[in-house]
């Protein structure tokens, strides 16, 4: 069995003049987390539906799980759950009912699929509410829902389109945790974020801007190529030093955080930057340090920086 899960050669979706999805290769591992991380409209939500076999692309390649999609695509339906960005459950049907329903789709017999809602009641903690219909619940909750129906047929392969934009930050970690648990029992999971904590997460990440894939790799890999390339600057009047420091042509980006200017230099403006900053800036007493790439940081360089600058 091929230990990859995804693969796409020059995937392309064209919508009229637009191109939504440019020339994409992937190589995506099983039993791993993968993330597509990317701005509003850079791709993600097309990519996806193209690897489900939903949209037929305009070009290219794909092989899912060893099968070629979209010709194949009713076969590998069995084997996938898909978690969408709009909600995707029944507002007014209960917890159980709404199990029972994607159950029914997936045409699992009647005693298996009693078998099945208990152990995920149990699994991702829904118990007390099964009777409490999904309008009725908080975000984490309705989430933890929404898992539970997307694997409910115990599929090898789960997208997952920006799960948790309605979810505060210990819900986030919680549902994390959840993916890493189907990680462990062998599943693959693609997931689609814009947030930097969940893409830090991930065993491998792709970034994707308009359409195209910009880095891809493990998110340590891709923060260690910035090495020497992110400069703290601490001092007064940081607005001012940021509007003297965007002049630069070494400067790719410039952002507060609290007392501090973050500076993302251009590629081939690494060595000796310091100096050269400090020898154009011509402020008093503003202290400069080297310091270690984010994520964001890759991700402002793969944008060029015009998203956050
Ligand atoms: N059915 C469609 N018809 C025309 N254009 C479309 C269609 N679906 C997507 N697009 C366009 O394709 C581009 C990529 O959209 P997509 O939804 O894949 O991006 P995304 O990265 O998922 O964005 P978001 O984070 O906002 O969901 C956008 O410019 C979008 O407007």
Redesign the pocket.
């Known amino acids: 069995m091929t230990e990859t899960a995804i693969t796409t050669r020059g995937l392309s979706k064209h919508?009229?003049d637009?191109v939504?999805v440019d020339a994409v290769n992937l190589d995506i591992p099983r039993g791993q987390i993968y993330g597509f991380l990317?701005?509003?409209?850079?791709?993600?939500?097309?990519?996806i539906r193209m690897l489900c076999g939903l949209l037929t692309p305009t070009a290219g390649d794909v092989e899912v799980l060893g099968l070629e999609i979209p010709a194949a695509a009713e076969a590998l339906r069995r084997r996938i759950g898909y978690m969408t960005?709009k909600f995707s459950l029944y507002d007014d049907l209960t917890v159980v009912e709404n199990m029972q329903f994607m159950a029914r789709i997936h045409g699992l017999p009647r005693q298996q699929a009693n078998q099945r809602i208990a152990e995920l009641l149990d699994r991702y903690t829904l118990q007390t509410m099964r009777g409490r219909r999904a309008a009725a619940m908080s975000g984490g909750q309705r989430q933890r829902l929404a898992l539970a129906v997307a694997t409910l047929h115990s599929p090898d392969l789960l997208f997952l389109d920006?799960p948790t934009s309605a979810v505060d930050p210990e819900n986030r970690r919680d549902f994390w945790e959840k993916l890493f648990d189907l990680v462990d029992e062998g599943k693959t999971v693609l997931v689609?974020t814009?947030y930097m904590d969940e893409a830090e997460r991930c065993h491998q990440l792709a970034v994707?801007e308009t359409?195209s894939l910009r880095r891809q790799g493990p998110p340590a890999q891709l923060m260690a190529a910035l090495d020497q390339r992110v400069i703290e600057i601490r001092g007064a009047d940081l607005r001012r030093v940021k509007a003297s420091a965007l002049q630069l042509p070494e400067v790719q980006s410039a952002a507060q955080q609290g007392m501090q200017l973050r500076i993302l230099l251009t590629a081939d403006a690494a060595n000796g930057a310091i100096e050269r900053l400090r020898q154009q800036l011509h402020y008093p007493s503003l202290e400069f340090n080297v310091t270690r790439p984010s994520l964001e940081d890759v991700f402002v360089d793969c944008t060029q920086g015009d998203a956050l600058r």
């Open positions: 919508f009229g637009l939504a990317g701005p509003n409209g850079s791709g993600k939500t097309t990519t960005q920006e689609s814009h994707l359409g």
